[in-house]
């Protein structure tokens, strides 16, 4: 079956640095997404990655590994809006968007 | 302003009533989608539409129905709601998921309680 794991749940500190990990088993890959969700809105996507490699987009970066069926956000500078869940989705060889269930990232002052 | 226009945004209904939950794009996107979010489960699709007069059956489609009679509008009804569709559903849209970007823009979810 398809699957996609990320942390649960992960606590950080305002102004630091830190990764959420997303690994996948797919059919197939044809690109991954981050999307952040605050409690109770909608998601809004944050990047997308279809080489490997390192894309970066302000405080934010996302990592791709495809041979290792893994990827991460990287997030800096760590702001108290950032508190938010960060959801992983991988397009699979029908096109096909699997989702994880989320990470809810926790910062504390 | 793009948008996707979800409502009712609330609705508390009784088992077997009749629902229907509409949804709107203003972005000329040719897909649209259905996923209701349940704690610890993540985002799990219902229905997909690619076009107009074009629907497919997501992850959990029983006891839902779409209809895609115009590019903008994909209505998510469903004809005999029980307990377990108590849920937070949203509609999103995309030029087209998985060539290029794929994007998908999301509605602001219709929050559903089912007595």
């Known amino acids: 079956g398809q699957n996609i794991d990320q942390p649960t749940e992960m606590t950080a500190t305002e102004g630091a640095i830190v990764q959420i990990n997303c690994t996948y088993q797919?059919?197939?890959?044809?690109?991954l997404f981050w999307y952040q969700q605050h409690a109770g809105e909608a998601p809004t996507f944050l990047s997308y990655n279809v080489l490997d490699g390192l894309e970066e987009k302000g405080r934010f970066s996302s990592f791709l590994s495809r041979s290792k069926g893994y990827s991460y956000l990287l997030l800096k500078e760590l702001q108290m809006k950032d508190s938010a869940s960060y959801l992983c989705?991988?397009?699979?060889?029908?096109?096909?968007?699997?989702w994880g269930a989320g990470t809810k990232l926790i910062i504390k002052p | 302003e793009a948008q996707v226009t979800q409502n009712p945004r609330y609705l508390i209904t009784v088992t077997g009533k009749k629902l229907t939950v509409t949804c709107s794009q203003n972005m000329n996107h040719e897909y649209m989608s259905w996923y209701r979010q349940d704690p610890g489960l993540g985002l799990r699709q219902i229905y997909y539409?690619?076009?107009?007069?074009?629907?497919d059956k997501g992850d959990v489609p029983e006891g839902y129905k779409v209809s895609r009679k115009e590019k903008r509008n994909f209505p998510l009804i469903l004809e005999s709601p029980s307990p377990n569709q108590t849920s937070l559903y949203f509609c999103?849209?995309?030029?087209?998921?998985?060539?290029?970007?794929?994007?998908?823009?999301f509605g602001e979810g219709s929050r559903l309680t089912v007595l």
């Open positions: 989705a991988v397009i699979d060889s029908n096109y096909q968007l699997i």
């Open positions: 539409s690619m076009n107009v007069e074009v629907t």
């Open positions: 797919t059919s197939g890959f044809n690109g």
């Open positions: 999103a849209s995309s030029h087209e998921p998985g060539q290029g970007s794929g994007e998908l823009f």
